[in-house]
């Protein structure tokens, strides 16, 4: 008999942040168990092994194994492998999206508790229940969804504040989708990531998303430009990891991530960051509206926080119909949550939204 699932939404166990946060890693692990394996992103192993190192003196002892570089099932299976050598009770991945996401899988694979400590704020994959798994060559495989959010989520913001402001800036546009898609979803029905409807509360976390990152979004980028963890930073990591990330699961995603996924088909884009494509997606996804007044107002924002608010920004100098053709094609084949939009969505529509934008 099927059951009426009603709404719902879902979160990550805790979420801690704070400057300095690096240093309660140790005791925190010690909450799940007497040893930990500790996945760390080659990109800053160098920069804060020896910071974590000695955030576990005093607390359970900890292997800390370097990330190869992809999400991949081979390195997923090589941490699961090292994990269970170690004999640990927890999984702890820190660092960017995938070595956070390789340790996300392999501690669903060990059935183990999975603490997430980001290094940046560019996304709102942290507390998400999701891992994108590549192929060794780079290429994308498949996505896969974890039976569970994890466990705690800790982010030094000393410690984001010391990465380049792009992140954090790439990070405001993906959170900046939040509130469209969510809000799509919520008017024509959708369902979200758990597949039912998105609870009340998802739709106010994601205008709340919005909110912040317009308010508090260029303070937040020369606080990043002077390595210092002020007010409006706390305030923009907290809306680009827990805020978005709450809001994307339990609100539903829509075009702009489907017109982000067309544009990744184009070789032209592969240098830029996830965040960048989407604020690309959020503006097309306005024009598939006819929303000039708000398409105008967030244009103005993105330039405001160094987002880009043309094809060319991310690559795209010679936009050819071809080329608009593939990306339209992608964002609206069968199936694709570019369909949980209010209106019935179109290739030819996502091509002429496109156009607006060279």
């Known amino acids: 008999m099927l059951v009426n699932a009603g709404t719902g939404a879902r979160f990550p166990g805790r979420y801690i942040q704070g400057a300095g946060a690096i240093r309660l890693l140790g005791q925190e692990a010690a909450v799940f168990g007497n040893k930990a394996a500790l996945l760390l992103d080659r990109g800053v192993f160098d920069l804060i092994e020896k910071d974590i190192a000695a955030a576990f003196e005093n607390a359970v002892p900890v292997g800390i194994i370097r990330h190869g570089g992809e999400c991949s099932e081979r390195e997923i299976a090589l941490l699961v492998a090292r994990a269970r050598d170690i004999g640990a009770d927890v999984i702890i991945g820190a660092g960017g999206g995938k070595a956070l996401d390789t340790a996300k899988a392999a501690a669903r694979d060990l059935a183990l508790p999975i603490i997430i400590f980001p290094t940046i704020a560019a996304s709102d994959a942290p507390c998400s229940a999701l891992a994108v798994i590549y192929n060794d060559d780079g290429s994308v495989a498949y996505d896969t969804f974890l039976p569970r959010n994890p466990d705690l989520v800790l982010v030094d913001t000393a410690l984001i504040a010391k990465a380049p402001a792009r992140y954090l800036a790439a990070g405001i546009g993906d ?158 084949r069968k199936g694709e949550i570019i369909h949980n939009e209010p209106i019935l969505v179109t290739e030819d529509m996502v091509i002429a939204a496109l156009k607006t934008l060279i």
Not at 184 to 190: D, I
Not at 273 to 281: N, P
Not at 316 to 325: A, G, Q, S
Request: charged share 25%; net charge negative; proline share 2%.
């Open 175 to 332: 959170a900046l989708a939040t509130f469209y898609e969510a809000e799509s979803c919520r008017q024509s029905g959708a369902s979200n990531c758990m597949k039912i409807q998105g609870a009340s509360l998802a739709f106010e976390v994601a205008r709340s998303c919005r909110d912040t990152i317009f308010k508090y979004g260029v303070a937040a980028l020369a606080d990043c430009d002077a390595n210092t963890a002020g007010p409006a930073l706390e305030r923009v990591v907290e809306a680009n990891i827990l805020l978005s990330g709450i809001g994307f699961e339990s609100g539903g995603v829509a075009a702009a991530h489907a017109i982000h996924h067309g544009l990744c088909e184009l070789d032209d884009v592969h240098h830029h960051l996830h965040g960048e494509k989407v604020a690309i997606g959020v503006l097309a996804g306005l024009q598939l509206h006819g929303l000039e007044d708000e398409f105008r107002r967030v244009r103005e924002f993105c330039l405001s926080v160094r987002l880009p608010a043309r094809l060319a920004d991310i690559g795209i100098v010679e936009p050819t119909e071809d080329k608009l053709k593939i990306v339209a094609r992608r964002a609206c």
